[in-house]
């Protein structure tokens, strides 16, 4: 059968693809550098380039990306007339919050109930693996059978929009006629699943100043107006009684059409507690794909081990809104802000500043690449048909690479899947999931030089 030599290569692959996840994992390479060193990232950006240099790539580069990151590029020649296709994935990771929550040092990979525990194993250092799996898999086989580009993000977590500004003053760096982005994952483990929309973002940092100074509690509060409770009514008016998002002038009643989520599979995946309520309206898959949803992702104030009966001068918070396609993400930028400028009571002084913004996505699900992708994930996962589903989370570089090469078919799979935990505690990656996937990448990208 032609895809036994594939599947067999990838599976005697494995103990290698371990050791070099646990090489990346080790690497602390958040692009934070405030808190995080640089070198950490940039040792991760050597280790991509001296990994794809070893596979054959030439114009291997580390690029200087505008937001002070590096990302990581290379080119495979293959046969004379062969289409082109661009692999993506990310170095970057999420902090690991806190470490001690961790059952497993966070940046040591560690193997636990069949699975692979660090941060970045699946979002999405796994993703690199996983392109090179597939790679040395149709070498064995018998070669590549496209012209592969790679390009590696050096900061798409923290969604500084470096790699989308060096890609729209290189235009011709990542053009392609087909785009898999390696950074999403499967509806659920076992479950082969193409991600059809993302969703986009914007991400404001918001401060309230009321005061010259903090102030004694028992002397003035009641009357000096708290900055901190500024804050909090501000961010209450965000959401409605039943915890939708409403923003002003925000349309929120989209609807799903694709792979049904039911309500208490999602409380199994989101590990919700007994008796607390989900929070917004219509279906899970309307509310996690179609709609716009607004989170509070951190605040600067007293922590309580530290506070101090004081009226606060100042208060700030990290707010993200996630936006669907068909919402121009610089649109809703400007009635976040708006929203937050006018809901702020007491005439207290807000200070509103853009930290991150990234479009949204919907993709062609009847391109022949689509086609490609479902005959290989039909042999990767016997018995399973391929399923369209939506990512509530967003990767600010599709929406560029979208509008930079809209010939292109974008197709967005991976490891990412519910039980990995991505950005939380205790992150792992499947090892069989990383070994199917990237059987399924390697015959798609067979199956597609030969459409």
Known sequence: ??????????????????????????????????????????????????????????????????????????????????????????????????????DSPPFELTERDGRWY??????????????????RALRAAGGVPVTVKVIVEGSEEQGTGGLERYAEAHPELLEADAIVIGDTGNFRVGLPTVTTVLRGMTMLRVRVDTLEGNLHSGQFGGAAPDALAALIRVLDSLRAEDGSTTVDGLAADGGWEGVDYAEDRFRQDARVLDGVDLTGSGTVGDRLWARPAVTVVGIDCPSV?????????????????????????????????????????????????????????????????????????????????????????SIPLCGTLAALYPRAEILLIGLSEPEARIHAVNESVSPEELERLSVAEALFLRGYAAG
């Open 1 to 102: 059968m032609p895809s036994q030599p594939i599947a067999e290569t990838v599976a005697s692959l494995m103990p290698r693809a371990r050791e070099e996840l646990a090489e990346l994992v080790a690497f602390r390479s958040v692009a934070d550098f405030d808190r995080y060193p640089r070198s950490e990232s940039e040792g991760a950006a050597r280790w991509a380039a001296d990994a794809l240099r070893a596979e054959g790539f030439e114009d291997v580069a580390v690029l200087d990306t505008p937001d002070g990151t590096q990302s990581v590029y290379g080119r495979l020649a293959g046969p004379e007339g062969a289409r082109t296709v661009l692999l993506y994935a990310h170095y970057d990771v999420q902090p690991p919050l806190d470490e001690a929550g961790w």
């Open 118 to 135: 660090g941060r970045g194993a699946a979002d999405c250092k796994g993703g690199l693996v996983m392109h090179l799996l597939a790679l």
């Open 305 to 393: 081990s530290e506070a101090t009966p004081s009226v606060q001068a100042s208060a700030q918070a990290l707010v993200s809104l996630r936006v669907p396609p068909g919402v121009d993400a610089g649109e809703a930028t400007r009635l976040l802000r708006a929203h937050l400028e006018s809901r702020t009571p007491w005439g207290a002084r807000v200070r509103i500043e853009q930290v991150g913004q990234g479009r949204a996505f919907r993709a062609d699900t009847t391109s022949p690449a689509y086609r490609a992708m479902a005959e290989a994930m039909a042999v990767a996962y016997p018995g399973e048909e391929m399923r369209y589903a939506g990512q509530g989370g």
